[in-house]
C-alpha cells in the first residue's frame, strides 16, 4: 500500500536571504525571499516561518502568496537582525502540476552574515540560500 503513495519532490523553489538597501530606513537589512526557478509558476504558496535554538523561540510567522510565477520570486518578510543568532525555519507548502508539494528550508545559527553572501540568480542581488 505505501508503495503506491506517490510524494512528489519539491525541486527548483528555494528560500533565500537577500542583504539589500532599505529606502525606507535608511539601513541595509536581512529580507526573505521565495524563489521558483521552475518552468511553470506555483500557486498558493503558503510559508510558515520561525526561529528556534533550545528554549528561545519566536513568534510563528505565516504567510500566503497567491501565485509565483516561473523564473520568478517574491518577497516574503524582513528578517530582524537579532533574530539570525537563532536557528530560523522555512516551511514552504504550494501546489504544481496539480499536486501539493512541501519542503522545509533552513538557515542554521551564525550562518547568516555578509561573508556568507554569494549573487543569487533571478534576483541578481547577493545573498544565502537556506539547505
Known amino acids: ?3 503506491d503513495i506517490e510524494i512528489p519532490i519539491a525541486k527548483d ?3 533565500a536571504l537577500i542583504y539589500e538597501w532599505n529606502k ?6 536581512w529580507n526573505a525571499y521565495i524563489i521558483n526557478n521552475r518552468k511553470t509558476p506555483i500557486e498558493m504558496a503558503l510559508i510558515v516561518s520561525k526561529g528556534y535554538d533550545g528554549q528561545v523561540k519566536t513568534s510563528t510567522m505565516r ?3 497567491g501565485v509565483v510565477g516561473a ?3 517574491e518577497k516574503v518578510e524582513l528578517v530582524q537582525e537579532d533574530v539570525l543568532r537563532l536557528n530560523n525555519e522555512f516551511f514552504v507548502t504550494y501546489y504544481a ?4 508539494y512541501e519542503r522545509r528550508f533552513l538557515f542554521e545559527k551564525g550562518t547568516v552574515n555578509e561573508h556568507n553572501l554569494i549573487p543569487i540568480p533571478l534576483i541578481e542581488k547577493d545573498g544565502i540560500f537556506a539547505k
Not at 97 to 100: C, E, G, Q, Y
Open 71 to 73: 523564473k520568478s520570486f
Open 24 to 29: 525606507e530606513f535608511l539601513s541595509k537589512d
Open 97 to 100: 502540476d496539480h499536486k501539493l
Open 13 to 15: 523553489v528555494y528560500i
Open 1 to 3: 500500500m505505501k508503495r
Open 63 to 65: 504567510h500566503a502568496i
